[in-house]
T-cell receptor, first 114, second 114 residues
Framework: DQQVKQNSPSLSVQEGRISILNCDYTNSMFDYFLWYKKYPAEGPTFLISISSIKDKNEDGRFTVFLNKSAKHLSLHIVPSQPGDSAVYFCAASHGSGNTGKLIFGQGTTLQVKP | DTGVSQDPRHKITKRGQNVTFRCDPISEHNRLYWYRQTLGQGPEFLTYFQNEAQLEKSRLLSDRFSAERPKGSFSTLEIQRTEQGDSAMYLC????????????FGSGTRLTVV
């Protein structure tokens, strides 16, 4: 069962515009969500996170929004830059203080065109 | 400290052979994780250690897989009698028990079983 889903395998945007990456989850016990970015031949790199007690977290050009009632989160990148082109994974965890095991989505490949 | 190191980066092996991968985490990180990623999918949890104790194993980790973390430092993941279905990227990650900042992943070991 896919508890974390990224239904868009790919997204293409123009440089300077907004990129919106979406993620849905099914497990209401998830209480922490993270976004990772992955370049080819490298491991995933942590980008931004959000606790389930919040609905928004912002870090520079990156903002994550959480809608718990819809079990949906999104990552906004504004403005998008060509260097943002990568695979983006959302991940979720449940039970603070527990294993820290993360459940990942399938990933969305973002292409930012100059 | 330059991050999480994994060795080798690539491994090609014949079906039925045993392989062993090594992970050197960030020195002050007491938690170490192994994940597996196949093409088009996100990383899937395999197992994790807190210090030298292996505290959780996924159902994905069949009895052909074994992981160790002697003295709570580096970790090894061994696959015995490899099968073609074992072909994947094996990712190691580490973190402290403070959860706010996500894992630090290594660049992974790409295993190809022929």
């Amino acid at each position: 069962d896919q508890q974390v889903k990224q239904n868009s395998p790919s997204l293409s945007v123009q440089e300077g515009r907004i990129s919106i990456l979406n993620c849905d989850y099914t497990n209401s016990m998830f209480d922490y969500f993270l976004w990772y970015k992955k370049y080819p031949a490298e491991g995933p790199t942590f980008l931004i996170s959000i606790s389930s007690i919040k609905d928004k977290n912002e870090d520079g050009r990156f903002t994550v929004f959480l809608n718990k009632s819809a079990k949906h989160l999104s990552l906004h990148i504004v403005p998008s830059q060509p260097g943002d082109s990568a695979v983006y994974f959302c991940a979720a965890s449940h039970g603070s203080g527990n294993t820290g095991k993360l459940i990942f989505g399938q990933g969305t490949t973002l292409q930012v065109k100059p | 400290d330059t991050g999480v190191s994994q060795d080798p980066r690539h491994k090609i092996t014949k079906r039925g052979q045993n392989v062993t991968f090594r992970c050197d985490p960030i020195s002050e990180h007491n938690r170490l994780y192994w994940y597996r990623q196949t093409l088009g999918q996100g990383p899937e949890f395999l197992t994790y250690f807190q210090n030298e104790a292996q505290l959780e194993k996924s159902r994905l980790l069949s009895d052909r897989f074994s992981a160790e973390r002697p003295k709570g430092s580096f970790s090894t993941l061994e696959i015995q009698r490899t099968e073609q279905g074992d072909s994947a990227m094996y990712l190691c990650a580490s973190r402290t028990t403070a959860f706010n900042y996500g894992y630090t992943f290594g660049s992974g070991t790409r295993l190809t079983v022929v």
